[in-house]
């Protein structure tokens, strides 16, 4: 990375910073915990990352309370209330916003959106604050344990999940509306490669590369029917793909279009939300998952996590 890039982060790290101290210290309270406590923040003060990353903070930093026998809380208010879909399993991690306040010396502010390169469990145990306000889209198991096999941390991840949450009546209710029987499906991500989603990329493709590109996904898509007798679902963030592949071949669509969590539109979409979440564990529940990957597509770990959290067979299919 040049000088002039560096210095541009870690000016932007610095101002994120800053405008989550001035968000936190207008809630100053001298308040005292008999017990030290991590919160999880998802308030829209920042952007957060989608459904899956917020997963990723959540889970890293619960395996970490549980190390350090720490209360653990998740404010997750934005851009909807978590616990429409998901709520309390094991153990009650629900905290109102006006309930997080800050101590000047009690409090720590600890930013690690996209910071692939921190070991966290240090930054909690160096620190002498007695609460810490997370603020985190990254899986740290394998920093965590980095001598543990795929297969041990994904256990890990899968079991720390469900301990967390488990899904309310309503996002049951949705999820046996749409499939009660067996499937088997595949997941894309194109970002804004076909011009229909807004997301933190810009690139579209021509209109003939547009049909090349689904071209080569159609036969990819054709050999996984021929090695399965189940129905197969799509999912994907572009409905021009899906309705696409929808009118072409034999597979199926849950209702609704893909809507990303950080919002990037300004709007407030609460079925939107509901989509991302039921494509989510319609994916977890699926027989087999696959993730397909060609030419200029980027990668996505949102079928991956689902599938870690059905314990699913998982195939990435590239070129």
Known sequence: MSLKKNIIKILGKKIKQLKLFNFHAKRFSAKRYSKKRIIVCFNGVLPHGGLVDRFKGIVSFYEIAKKLDYDFYIQFDTPFDLDIFLEPNMLN???DRKNIQYHYSKTKIVYLINNFNTNPLECITKSKAETFLIYANVDY???LYP??????LEAKWRINFNELFKK???LESKITSIEEGKYICFHTRFTTLMGDFIDTTSTVLTSTEKKELVFKLQKKIQVILEL?????????DSIHFLNTINAEENVYL????PFHM????????????????LDFFMISKSEKVYFLKIGKMYHSS???YAAIVGDKPFEIITD
Do not use: M, P, Q, R
């Open 168 to 170: 309310t009546k309503l």
């Open 254 to 257: 849950v209702k609704g279009s």
């Open 302 to 304: 949102f079928s991956k």
């Open 141 to 143: 198991l394998k920093t």
């Open 93 to 95: 991690w629900k905290i």
């Open 147 to 152: 001598d543990e096999t795929s297969e041990a």
């Open 228 to 236: 399965s007798d189940y129905k197969c679902y799509a999912f994907s």
């Open 262 to 277: 950080d919002n990037f539109k300004k709007v407030s979409n609460l079925e939107g939300h509901l989509k991302t979440v």
